[in-house]
């Protein structure tokens, strides 16, 4: 089946920092990615879905100079959580719409755990 | 009313009972359903979808009551294995995005 992978597994940075969180489609195209955070316990929550070669779509509430999205190319989306707090502190996965139809199956990567001290 | 709610458990179950988890949604125009596994500091991984007429994969029965907006997940016999969080989904025709509820934790003991 597809792939997605991502990079890094897990990041510890200081409060201001920026960090980068990329994800990769590995043997297909994902013209569409999707990003989402999830606290402890909590349920995924969609933050935004980023479009190659056009401006990411933002989730009501997720603040896109914050969380600069990035679709470089067809294999290739990034997140970069700019001026980094300890709310910030999560788990960030990526994924990709299957090839059978957007939407009915997705691909996640296996996510990046986030701490920021 | 959250989009998608599950009961957060967890449920704590000998090997080889019979779990049932519900997931209820409020969006009466929701087409897809599914249920995935998310095991601890993982991704989720698709478990399996729905079907209007109820599905069976080996020892997991999935089922859609639109009626009452639920779908359920049932385990039988379980493993030790089984043991993680499981997360339904439902997608509206409107999004091709599914909405994620935050998941029913089932810990199945010796």
């Known amino acids: 089946g597809a792939v997605v992978s991502q990079h890094p597994s897990w990041v510890i940075c200081k409060s201001g920092t920026s960090v980068k969180i990329e994800c990769r489609s590995l043997?297909?195209?994902?013209?569409?990615m999707f990003w989402y955070r999830q606290f402890p316990k909590q349920s995924l929550m969609l933050m935004a879905t980023?479009?190659?070669?056009?401006?990411?779509?933002?989730e009501q509430g997720v603040e896109k100079d914050k969380f600069l999205i990035n679709h470089a190319s067809l294999t290739l989306s990034t997140l970069t959580v700019t001026s980094a707090h300890p709310e910030d502190s999560s788990f960030y996965i990526c994924s990709a719409p299957g090839l059978a139809g957007a939407g009915d199956t997705q691909y996640f990567g296996p996510g990046t755990r986030l701490t920021v001290l | 009313r959250k989009e998608v709610e599950q009961d957060p458990g967890p449920f704590n179950v000998p090997e080889g009972a019979t779990v049932a988890f519900n997931c209820t949604y409020s969006n009466s125009a929701s087409q897809s359903f599914f249920w995935y596994r998310q095991d601890c500091r993982k991704e989720p991984k698709l478990l399996m979808s729905?079907?209007?007429s109820g599905n069976e994969d080996g020892r997991f029965t999935a089922q859609l009551n639109r009626a009452s907006q639920y779908i359920s997940l049932l385990i039988r016999d379980s493993k030790l294995s089984d043991s993680a969080t499981y997360l339904c989904a439902v997608r509206s025709g409107g999004s091709y995005i599914p909405t994620f509820g935050r998941g029913t934790s089932l810990i199945v003991h010796p």
């Open positions: 729905v079907y209007s």
């Open positions: 043997d297909f195209q994902a013209t569409t």
């Open positions: 980023s479009n190659e070669g056009s401006k990411a779509t933002y």
